[in-house]
């Protein structure tokens, strides 16, 4: 069995670094390489309170699933023939 390709985490803000750090929620990418994850899905905190949530979002890791969400983007939006 192939193991997963998403990455689950947390987006926290770090008052030391003064940036967004991201925390693994997830044991199930620790034998995955980060070559070959496909999706991060992220949950991000509130910056003044890192208990409340403020919003999420899913980043396109995989060159072969960007491709393809691509050309299913400009079939979806203008139809069956992508623009040259």
């Not at 997963?4 to 008052?15: A, L, Q, S």
């Not at 999420?56 to 299913?72: A, H, P, T, Y």
Request: net charge negative; charged share 30%; aromatic share 8%.
């Amino acid at each position: 069995m192939e193991p997963p390709r998403v990455r689950t985490v947390i987006g926290k803000y770090d008052r030391l670094r003064q940036c967004r750090q991201d925390f693994e929620i997830s044991n199930t990418t620790s034998s995955v390489s980060d070559s070959a994850i496909s999706v991060t899905c992220r949950k991000v905190m509130d910056i003044t309170d890192d208990k409340k949530y403020h919003y999420s979002e899913v980043d396109i890791d995989g060159s072969e699933l960007r491709k393809l969400l691509d050309e299913s983007w400009y079939t979806f939006i203008l139809g069956p023939s992508k623009p040259v």
